[in-house]
């Protein structure tokens, strides 16, 4: 049973360009996170979805930003007009059953450099 | 109110010893307490989490230690070994879904 699956795993974009980062869940999972990684921080939560729904994005930058999980496919975590704060870590996590207290499947990230 | 300060962000410990890492929150309505294990260019796994209606989880060599009234909890890691060496966050929720508060995290280096 594979895991979470992002990718690309490395991503160069210069200023103004767009990002787009990839995550498929674990099998049988419907609940997708995408939380940011800083340099020397901690994973920040930006969004959970559903399929076709967004749950919750209050941790996600109203401009330039967007989610989406389609009903097939992977869930895309969209930057547009990219800027040099946006490097960082993208990780993607997953769970079953979208509980409080649910273990959370995270992927191996999306590091993501603006030049 | 959503923060989760952890501390120290270093830490250098033998083969052998303990480890020690501590965790503070302001959230009362926290009710979720997990702490997860990264290893370079990996995603982070969950390692042992606690609810706070217990003191104490232990699994194999890691403890979490939970203290409700002063909101801080800590991982104990026994007999740490060098394959331990890795980034440590904890993590608070239980508020609603996954979503998780972490903290800064805490990079443990074992050395043989």
């Known amino acids: 049973n594979a895991g979470v699956m992002q990718n690309p795993r490395h991503l160069v974009r210069r200023r103004g360009q767009e990002a787009r980062l990839r995550c498929s869940p674990m099998?049988?999972?419907?609940?997708v996170y995408w939380y940011r990684q800083l340099p020397e921080e901690g994973l920040k939560f930006m969004v959970y979805l559903q399929k076709e729904n967004i749950i919750d994005e209050s941790g996600m930058p109203k401009e330039r930003f967007s989610a989406e999980f389609p009903k097939e496919g992977p869930s895309i975590l969209r930057i547009q007009q990219v800027v040099r704060g946006d490097s960082a870590a993208y990780f993607c996590?997953?769970?079953?059953?979208?509980?409080?207290?649910?273990?959370?499947?995270f992927g191996s990230g999306t590091q993501l450099s603006v030049l | 109110q959503q923060q989760v300060k952890q501390s120290p962000q270093s830490l250098i410990v033998q083969k052998g010893g303990i480890s020690i890492i501590n965790c503070a929150y302001e959230n009362t309505a926290f009710d979720y307490f997990p702490w997860y294990q990264q290893f370079p260019g990996k995603g982070p796994a969950l390692l042992i989490a606690?609810?706070?209606?217990?003191s104490e989880k232990k699994e194999g060599r890691f403890t979490i230690s939970f203290n409700k009234s002063a909101k801080q909890f800590s991982l104990h890691i026994m007999d740490s070994q060098p394959g331990d060496s890795a980034t440590y966050f904890c993590a608070a929720g239980g508020t609603s879904y996954g979503k998780l508060t972490f903290g800064q995290g805490t990079i443990l280096t074992v050395h043989p």
């Open positions: 606690i609810r706070p209606d217990v």
């Open positions: 099998k049988g999972h419907s609940h």
């Open positions: 996590a997953s769970s079953p059953q979208g509980q409080a207290n649910e273990k959370l499947f």
